[in-house]
């Protein structure tokens, strides 16, 4: 199989496109919804960046390291993030699934849920994966509880991992789901995005709950 192909993966929430320099003005405006790019323990690209970043994924997509797509919202067509493969190790079976972020209106709506699906159901069910890992910093708790959520098991913290360009060092938090794990998980994704599709828009006043993505 060949794991550097960026197919277009398309679910009922979210639709994975092969990300391409066309996306930066529609990434640039993402972005500045929540002000990811501000948060000290994302490396989020700003919006005068975002052509660059968008430059620099390419770069290692034609060097074999990385496999990036565009988030797009299907109900107004709207580019709300991006993910990517990276870690690929097709030797032995495996990636990782990060450097995804997604528009704050865009979040707590079934979209990652949807997202991490497709890319999971590629992964295993495409490429063959015996393993698929996730990786965090370790104060960036949102990130930590959504992956969790996905059914993904904590495998360890690697401490005093990467050294930042600001000089701050971050500890990592490794998750991953596994091939024997994948049915299961498969099975809860899926009955989660069910719930989703039955759920009508928030209204205005915030009481409705919905589940977690």
Same mark, same amino acid.
């Given at each position: 199989?060949?794991?550097?192909?960026?197919?277009?993966?398309?679910?009922?929430?979210?639709?994975?496109?092969?990300?391409?320099?066309?996306?930066?003005?529609?990434?640039?405006?993402?972005?500045?919804?929540?002000?990811?790019?501000?948060?000290?323990?994302?490396?989020?690209?700003?919006?005068?960046?975002?052509?660059?970043?968008?430059?620099?994924?390419?770069?290692?997509?034609?060097?074999?390291?990385?496999?990036?797509?565009?988030?797009?919202?299907?109900?107004?067509?709207?580019?709300?993030?991006?993910? =990517?493969?990276?870690? !690929?190790?097709? +030797?032995? &079976?495996?990636?990782?699934?990060?450097?995804?972020?997604? @528009? %704050?209106? /865009?979040?707590?709506?079934?979209?990652?849920?949807?997202?991490?699906?497709?890319?999971?159901?590629?992964?295993?069910? =495409?490429?063959?994966? !015996?393993?698929? +890992?996730? &990786?965090?910093?370790?104060?960036?708790?949102?990130?930590? @509880? %959504?992956? /969790?959520?996905?059914?993904?098991?904590?495998?360890?913290?690697?401490?005093?991992?990467?050294?930042?360009?600001?000089? =701050?060092?971050?500890?990592?938090?490794?998750?991953?789901?596994?091939?024997?794990?994948?049915?299961?998980?498969?099975?809860?994704?899926?009955?989660?995005?069910?719930?989703?599709?039955?759920?009508?828009?928030?209204?205005?006043?915030?009481?409705?709950?919905?589940?977690?993505?």
């Amino acid at each position: 199989m060949d794991f550097l192909a960026t197919p277009t993966l398309t679910g009922s929430l979210a639709t994975l496109e092969p990300l391409a320099l066309e996306h930066a003005p529609e990434l640039a405006e993402a972005v500045q919804d929540g002000q990811l790019h501000q948060l000290w323990y994302t490396r989020v690209p700003a919006p005068d960046r975002m052509r660059e970043d968008i430059e620099a994924r390419l770069a290692a997509h034609a060097e074999g390291r990385v496999v990036p797509w565009v988030i797009r919202r299907p109900g107004d067509g709207a580019a709300v993030g991006v993910t =990517t493969f990276l870690n !690929i190790r097709a +030797e032995h &079976r495996r990636l990782e699934i990060g450097s995804t972020w997604i @528009a %704050a209106s /865009a979040q707590g709506t079934g979209l990652n849920t949807q997202v991490k699906l497709l890319q999971l159901t590629h992964a295993f069910e =495409t490429l063959g994966c !015996i393993a698929v +890992e996730f &990786r965090t910093h370790w104060h960036n708790h949102r990130s930590r @509880a %959504a992956i /969790a959520g996905l059914g993904a098991k904590q495998d360890g913290v690697l401490r005093n991992h990467d050294l930042w360009r600001d000089g =701050t060092v971050r500890d990592v938090v490794v998750f991953s789901v596994i091939d024997r794990e994948w049915p299961t998980v498969r099975l809860s994704l899926t009955e989660k995005l069910a719930r989703w599709s039955v759920i009508p828009a928030p209204v205005q006043s915030g009481t409705l709950r919905r589940p977690t993505p």
